[in-house]
């Protein structure tokens, strides 16, 4: 078999064999194999040529996605399989990653737990539900968790939790406890650390911004309600405000002096 031309592609070479057959090789690999025009080939050296040529492109490619950011092993996995990489290759491509630990699960656990820690606001059960996604096993995983500290989850959940409130301050005290519990749940926060962000949030109810947040709810669902009877209006609008989480007492005082002003 002898080769008739190489043609130059956008990453790497096309050799064409005067037999038909064709395989694709890098720049290194064209000059570690000698692979130029009138070379000439047995059938098996070609085969043996093509399986190294696939080895040596994939470690290439792979190399260059790996470049961009942090990949774990499944993720190249998977990116050499869209790139019609055999099953037969991947793990012979995979192993030489890990030999120059261009893969290493291990330190993308620890650095991505890291980096969530600094930018991010997920607890530790989200972080590792995403882990999980990104196929690292139960053990690595475990390991990344341990750079996520009690502390670290309690002064996030209170982090978040602040926010939560300040977004949501137009609500009822009771509303928003729910809705900030909620929320902690949703980012994956322990039940523990939870009940230690709201006990102290349970400390900070404030009285004027609860009866504004009352009125302000209050005087909307009386104007949704404008067209009904008196009688009618103000239980529709009692019934709201209570299932919104404000106490009965705050609703009548609100309704009575609502009744005071239309006179």
Do not use: C, W
């Not at 038909?20 to 570690?32: P, Q």
């Not at 092993?73 to 030489?96: A, G, H, M, N």
């Not at 709810?217 to 919104?244: D, F, I, M, N």
Request: hydrophobic residues 35%; proline residues 1%.
């Amino acid at each position: 078999m002898k080769i008739v031309q190489v043609k130059k592609m956008k990453k790497n070479y096309k050799v064409l064999f005067d037999s038909g057959d064709e395989l694709i090789a890098s720049e290194d690999f064209l000059i570690m194999a000698h692979l130029f025009k009138d070379q000439e080939f047995t059938e098996e050296e070609f085969h043996a040529l093509q399986a190294q040529s696939g080895y040596d492109r994939g470690v290439q490619l792979a190399m260059n996605y790996i470049s961009y950011q942090l990949r774990t092993k499944k993720e190249v996995d998977q990116y050499l399989k869209e790139q019609e990489f055999s099953s037969e290759d991947r793990p012979k491509i995979l192993t030489r990653l890990i030999e120059l630990r261009l893969i290493d699960d291990r330190f993308y656990a620890e650095s991505f737990v890291r980096t969530q820690l600094s930018l991010g606001d997920k607890g530790p059960k989200q972080l590792k539900q995403k882990m999980k996604q990104k196929g690292l096993d139960d053990e690595t995983i475990e390991y990344g968790l341990t750079f996520y500290t009690k502390d670290d989850e309690l002064d996030l959940a209170q982090v978040v939790a602040l926010k939560l409130n300040k977004r949501i301050h137009h609500k009822s005290y009771r509303e928003r406890l729910q809705k900030i519990r909620m929320g902690l749940m949703q980012k994956g926060y322990d039940t523990s650390i939870i009940e230690q962000v709201m006990q102290q949030i349970s400390l900070e109810l404030d009285e004027e911004e609860e009866t504004v947040a009352l009125e302000k709810t209050g005087e909307q669902l009386l104007r949704r309600h404008a067209r009904l009877p008196l009688a009618k209006r103000e239980q529709k609008v009692k019934q709201s405000l209570y299932t919104k989480g404000f106490s009965l007492e705050a609703i009548q005082i609100f309704l009575e002096k609502e009744r005071e002003n239309e006179e």
